[in-house]
Structure formats: structure tokens, C-alpha cells
């Protein structure tokens, strides 16, 4: 299991730290920008709602808002006392969730260029299967002759990173740990879990808990229970991406123990990058 002094991987060195150092300064970069960009729009919401004299708010008849339709643009009305509540939810947990839902998604394009990096340079983990059973790989000659062993490979290897991100949370992480021979710990991969099973209730079920995700939040749901309805404000994301930035520094630390000097990982960093 990663230990705290563990994060300190200055001492690593392998033909590979330097790419998969850049890597993970790549997506730091990237979810640090979200944050930014997240906390300037609601401050300038929060300015604009506290204008009470605005004649924003002042207006009585409905105003004309084009918005792209199936056939060009639409006009649809909205008066004041909507456009209001539309800037009050945004300030409060939209813009919040938005980010939410892109910086899971940056986590996961993160994950899988691990899983992809691996299964590249080591084709023969394709064979091990996300509940890390032995895996039966039918080929027919037809395919082997008319898209070659290659693109072959490369779709077990797209299909592999699609079962390992729909997973159930333990299918995951014993997944996870198989690729980089390592214990991730409890804590680590639950919280990122929970996040995970937040952003779906907020996309498939307007953030309303149901069963699945209790069985996939578990402890870390807390006291949720079904049919509470939980959003996403600003000191919940803060929390996410603290819990997301450890979960990705620790599979950063362990790629870098167990692949950092390899070569063949080298090869594939060398022709397709991550």
C-alpha cells in the first residue's frame, strides 16, 4: 500500500519519469484550469445576483432568448424571476457539477492511458480480463488477414479499458492493481468511487441517490440514503479534487516504481504516446 513518503518521487529514476512526470503535470494542469474557470464564473454570478437595483431584475416582460434549435436558432422567453432562479442554481451547484462531470472524465481519459500504456507494451496482460480471470480471445482468419494483428490488439485493448472504467468498484481495483502490481488501499480508490457514483446520479438521475449508488458509494456515501437528492456546491468539489488529485498521484507513483525503466513501455511512449 502507498505510503505518505511514497509521494516523493524525486529519487525514481528510469528512462520513462520524465514523460510520465510531464503526463501528470499535463492533467494537474488541466483540472486546476476547471477550478479557475469554475470559481471566476460563479463570483461573477454572485456579483451579478447581489445587484438588487440591476435592471436585470427589474423587468416585467418576458424577453426573447435565441437558442440553437433543430432547424437553426429558436426564440424562447424567460422573465426575470427565472433568469434569477437559472443564475442562483448555477452560482450555487451547476457550474459545480459541470466541473464535476468533465473532471471525472479527465480522471478516467487518465486511468485508461495507464491501462493503455501497459496492455501496448506488455500485449500478453490483454489475456487477463477485468475479474482477473484468463481471458478466451476468438480471432477469426478472416480478421487476422484483413485487419492484421495489430488494430486487432488495439480493439481488445479499447475494449478492455471500456470494461475496466464500467466496472463494479472492486472488478476496478483489483483490475488496477493486477496492471500495476500494487495495493492501492481502501481510502484511496473508495473516495474516488463515491465521486464517481455521484457523477452518475447527477447525469442519469438529476442527483436523486438510488441503489446503485449506495452499493458503489458504500461507507464513503456516508448517510445518504435512497431518494435524497445530493449536489455538487464548492466545498464538495474542492474535496473531490483532492481526493481525485491523491487517487491519480498514487497510480502516477506506482506506474513509475513498476514501469519507470522499462523499455518496452518506452517503445510505445516512442511511437503513440499516451
Known sequence: MLKEDDF???????INVTDLNRHLNKFNRRVNDIYI?????????????????SKLWNFKDKTNISVPSTGGTANIK??????????????????????LIVTISLTEDFI????RLVLRSKPIMIMNSIKNQEGKLSVGLADIINKGSELIIEEQISGRVSNAIYASPREYGKYLEALLCCELGEDLLGSYIEIKARR???IHASG??????LDKAGKYGK???????LKVHQAYYEESLRSIKRFSKSLHVHMLKK??????VRKVIDTKGF
Do not use: C, P
Open 223 to 229: 448517510d445518504a440514503k435512497a431518494g435524497d437528492v
Open 8 to 14: 516523493k518521487n524525486d529519487e525514481i529514476k528510469g
Open 37 to 53: 474557470d469554475t470559481l471566476s464564473i460563479t463570483r461573477l454570478l454572485h456579483n451579478a445576483l447581489g445587484k438588487t437595483e
Open 259 to 264: 514501469y519507470g525503466d522499462d523499455g518496452d
Open 78 to 99: 424567460r422573465n426575470s424571476k427565472q433568469i434569477k432562479a437559472i443564475f442562483e442554481n448555477a452560482e450555487m451547484y451547476g457550474q459545480w457539477e459541470k466541473s
Open 200 to 202: 452518475d446520479i447527477i
Open 112 to 115: 485508461a492511458s495507464f491501462i
Open 208 to 213: 436523486i441517490v438510488n441503489r446503485q449508488y
